[in-house]
T-cell receptor, first 113, second 114 residues
Framework: DGGITQSPKYLFRKEGQNVTLSCEQNLNHDAMYWYRQDPGQGLRLIYYSQIVNDFQKGDIAEGYSVSREKKESFPLTVTSAQKNPTAFYLCASSMVLAGDEQFFGPGTRLTVL | SQKIEQNSEALNIQEGKTATLTCNYT??????LQWYRQDPGRGPVFLLLIRENEKEKRKERLKVTFDTTLKQSLFHITASQPADSATYLC?????????????FGTGTQLKVEL
């Protein structure tokens, strides 16, 4: 059953704690992405990776970090430096040809108390 | 400044009518544009791709147009059904230095009523 998974679906953390969101895909896609979505807003790109062991900052990378040690996995760490981390986080993957569609995971809703 | 604008207010239409959603952009030169559907609490799902050299694409009840002079894309759903109710996002791609990144609009919420 091919797809992209994110865990957990809901996550609660205390202010000042780092938290890592999981994203795994078995679609054999080279590219992976992390987006943040706030209520009534579109998706904003945090980080993306087009190949293993390489990644680039998106539009709102401050306070976040990622790693891409395996093709299938692209975890996102929300650090204590992120001023307003409560949001809906979406992971996506795609091939790298121009125009290729992105496949999205179900999302993780992070609430910082 | 760069902007992608979609109808900020929800679009309410009657079942069976054609829904038309707008995506306008400023100070971007996309090589292609994609449309996604998003249901509440879920990730977006890809619907259609249209490239800068294409005027129109169709898929079943869906039609998208792309006018690079007006910097606008229109997304049409014909014979709309209550199951079409969702938020629809446009996304620009192939931007300079962007690789395969997409830049998303804020989305338009569509409600199809019986």
């Amino acid at each position: 059953d091919g797809g992209i998974t994110q865990s957990p679906k809901y996550l609660f953390r205390k202010e000042g704690q780092n938290v890592t969101l999981s994203c795994e895909q078995n679609l054999n896609h080279d590219a992976m992405y992390w987006y943040r979505q706030d209520p009534g807003q579109g998706l904003r790109l945090i980080y993306y990776s087009q190949i293993v062991n390489d990644f680039q900052k998106g539009d709102i990378a401050e306070g976040y970090s990622v790693s891409r040690e395996k093709k299938e996995s692209f975890p996102l760490t929300v650090t204590s430096a992120q001023k307003n981390p409560t949001a809906f986080y979406l992971c996506a993957s795609s091939m790298v040809l121009a125009g290729d569609e992105q496949f999205f995971g179900p999302g993780t809703r992070l609430t910082v108390l | 400044s760069q902007k992608i604008e979609q109808n900020s207010e929800a679009l309410n239409i009657q079942e069976g009518k054609t829904a038309t959603l707008t995506c306008n952009y400023t100070n971007y030169s996309p090589a292609y544009l994609q449309w996604y559907r998003q249901d509440p609490g879920r990730g977006p799902v890809f619907l259609l791709l249209i490239r800068e050299n294409e005027k129109e694409k169709r898929k079943e009840r869906l039609k998208v147009t792309f006018d690079t002079t007006l910097k606008q894309s229109l997304f049409h759903i014909t014979a709309s059904q209550p199951a079409d109710s969702a938020t629809y996002l446009c996304a620009l791609g192939g931007l300079t230095g962007g690789g395969n990144k997409l830049t998303f609009g804020t989305g338009t919420q569509l409600k199809v009523e019986l």
